[in-house]
């Protein structure tokens, strides 16, 4: 389920990034008095632009709802981990033929060094 969100995802932010550039300027009226042929679009003079935002509107609206879905599942606990099923650790053993080692109590204690005396 995931894996089909995610790439539906992927497929409608590439879409909205694409209907997004498509659509004009605001100064693109400006070119229409000039001569530009406005009027010989595929869906007539004003009709392409409703076009291109009613698509962007509904592009958006799949974009969030799948964005706010694979972020709700993401957030859910999963029931299949790497660490299900495993028990307590046991704990860690030296090698048996790791030396053992002896008393701290027949080592002894440090020497602190010598303090050079204060001339008065």
Known sequence: MTI????????VSLFLIAVVLLQSGKGAE???S?????????????????FLSKLTTS????????????????GQPSSSSMM?????AAPI????????PQKMDSVPAPVSPAVP????
């Open 4 to 11: 089909v969100l995610t790439i539906l995802h992927v497929f």
């Open 30 to 32: 400006m070119g229409a």
């Open 34 to 50: 000039f001569g530009s042929s406005g009027s010989q679009s595929v869906f007539g003079a004003g009709g392409g632009t409703s």
């Open 59 to 74: 592009a958006a609206a799949i974009f969030m709802l799948t964005s706010l879905t694979l972020a709700y599942i993401s």
């Open 84 to 88: 299900s099923g495993k028990g307590k």
């Open 93 to 100: 053993q030296a090698p048996a033929s790791a030396p053992v």
């Open 117 to 120: 005396a204060q001339k008065k």
